[in-house]
């Protein structure tokens, strides 16, 4: 091992606990299962010295049930850049506050670009967390096994969707997408909603705000009430 990064291209790596390793993950896939990792190297005397993590565009960071965490005294950062996607299974979801969620890195630490792609895939409920940016421009994906009835992914903030020019915003997968009036998910004139109008394996679970509608093109809003799908056009 030596001081640096280290490039990982076009390919999947997991990691185990254990694991000292250095960050940059160039067109790939990270797999990260079940442990609270400290991405690091060895510098030349030895000594671990706390890398900084950037996930480039086109590449996947997938958490699983994992955290990625920051040394109460070390400067390690993490970015997840355009393009780039995070996936987690995490109950506390994309959260940057530490004892949180699957990132836990304070403050600037943890960078998200909103045209990076959001994935939720847990088996038992989630939130979205605070880390997950108000405004996406790449892609909300929901895909929650949990039962309808019983779980879901509940959104922690106000968030918009608005991925312009027809362009996939918010994908319902599986599960629930719950919201509040005060958690209110917008999406965004000439964003697209896949499936159009939900599906009964997964809806908005609360309001839901449209923007930009016209007469000739009616949208479908993708809304139900617990595990019942009950979709409206206007």
Same mark, same amino acid.
């Given at each position: 091992p030596g001081s640096g990064n280290t490039v990982f291209p076009y390919n999947t790596l997991t990691v185990?606990?254990?694991? +000292?390793?250095?960050?940059?993950?160039?067109?790939?896939?990270?797999?990260?299962?079940?442990?609270?990792?400290?991405? @690091?190297?060895?510098?030349?005397?030895?000594?671990?010295?706390? +890398?900084?993590?950037?996930?480039?565009?086109?590449?996947?960071?997938?958490?699983?049930?994992?955290?990625? &965490? %920051? +040394?109460?005294?070390? @400067?390690?950062?993490?970015?997840?850049?355009?393009?780039?996607?995070?996936?987690?299974k995490h109950a506390g979801g994309i959260s940057s506050t530490t004892a949180t969620g699957c990132l836990q890195h304070t403050g600037s630490r943890a960078t998200l670009n909103a045209n990076a792609n959001?994935?939720?895939?847990?088996?038992? +409920?989630?939130?979205?967390?605070?880390?997950?940016?108000?405004? &996406?421009?790449?892609?909300? %994906? &929901?895909?929650n096994t949990t039962a309808l009835a019983s779980g879901g992914v509940t959104l922690t903030r106000a968030t918009a969707v608005s991925g312009a020019g027809g362009t996939r915003a918010l994908s319902l997968k599986t599960g629930r997408l719950i919201t509040t009036a005060g958690n209110l998910i917008t999406v965004g004139n000439g964003s697209v909603i896949t499936p159009a109008g939900g599906s009964s394996v997964s809806f908005v679970d609360g309001p839901l705000r449209k923007v930009g509608l016209t007469a000739a093109v009616p949208f479908v809003y993708p809304t139900g009430d617990t595990a019942k799908w009950a979709r409206r056009a206007i």
């Open positions: 185990g606990a254990a694991t +000292a390793m250095a960050d940059t993950l160039n067109f790939g896939a990270l797999a990260i299962s079940n442990n609270l990792i400290h991405f @690091s190297v060895l510098d030349s005397t030895g000594a671990k010295q706390y +890398a900084s993590t950037t996930v480039y565009g086109n590449s996947v960071l997938d958490m699983g049930l994992s955290q990625l &965490i %920051e +040394a109460s005294a070390d @400067s390690s950062s993490v970015k997840l850049l355009s393009l780039a996607e995070i996936r987690t959001y994935t939720y895939y847990g088996s038992a +409920a989630q939130n979205t967390g605070n880390a997950l940016p108000a405004t &996406i421009t790449g892609v909300l %994906e &929901i895909d």
